[in-house]
């Protein structure tokens, strides 16, 4: 079937860490990968993808990590900053000729300062 | 920076009358989405829009939802009779390309009394 878990419902982190925020998929098919941030009362907003055909990509202060063997995703957020407080969702997707993005549960990110 | 919009901010209905939501993508993207997110729960896909017709529902878009672009511009979402279970965020998303990025506007938040 489709799903997308995450392993930790909140993390806090010092201001200035670095974040880890870690997702499971189940489906083996899926070839797009994208990260999300949601602030409260807001649309989700784009931060970083990653295609299948590839196994680390990085943005701005942000890197994403595919482990395909293991179907596992993670974004890491550097010197983390007080905004980067939020809901970070990893959503897939399961490709099969769609371009649905299926979505998991979230982890709330709290940075202290 | 271009923007997904949408109207209304927030729409309080009676069970049983219909709403339309609104959404007006970015000007160059050709494929639209309708997503929801009930309170506290992750995002949901709903429909997938592309040449004027649907590409893919979930199971959740049933007779009571309809999509249309009625003038070229505006995307809109119809829940012909709505429940009190349709009271969630709805999250318009559009794309340049069926297999990239997804960019989503801030919601509409539904509420069904």
């Known amino acids: ?113 | 920076e271009p923007e997904v919009t949408q109207t209304p901010s927030h729409q309080v209905t009676q069970m049983g009358q219909e709403v339309i939501l609104r959404c007006v993508p970015i000007s160059n993207h050709l494929y639209f989405y309708w997503y929801r997110q009930i309170l506290g729960q992750k995002v949901e896909f709903l429909v997938s829009f592309y040449n004027n017709e649907i590409s893919e529902k979930s199971e959740i878009f049933d007779d009571q939802f309809s999509v249309e672009r009625p003038d070229g511009s505006n995307f809109t979402l119809k829940i012909r009779s709505t429940k009190l279970e349709d009271s969630a965020m709805y999250f318009c998303a559009t794309g340049a390309r069926w297999d990239n990025e997804q960019f989503f506007g801030p919601g509409t938040r539904l509420t069904v009394l």
């Not at chain 1, 974004?75 to 490709?95: K, M, R």
Request: charged share 20%; aromatic share 8%; proline share 4%.
């Open chain 1, 1 to 113: 079937g489709e799903s997308v878990g995450l392993h930790l419902p909140t993390l806090s982190v010092q201001e200035g860490d670095n974040s880890i925020i870690n997702c499971a998929y189940s489906n083996s098919a899926s070839d797009y990968f994208i990260w999300y941030k949601q602030e409260s009362g807001k649309g989700p907003q784009f931060i970083i993808d990653i295609r299948s055909n590839m196994d680390k990509r990085q943005g701005q202060r942000v890197t994403v990590l595919l482990n395909k063997t293991v179907k596992h995703l993670s974004l890491q957020i550097a010197a983390t900053q007080p905004g980067d407080s939020a809901v970070y969702f990893c959503a897939e997707n399961p490709s099969l000729g769609g371009n649905k993005l299926v979505f998991g549960a979230g982890t709330i990110l709290r940075v202290k300062s």
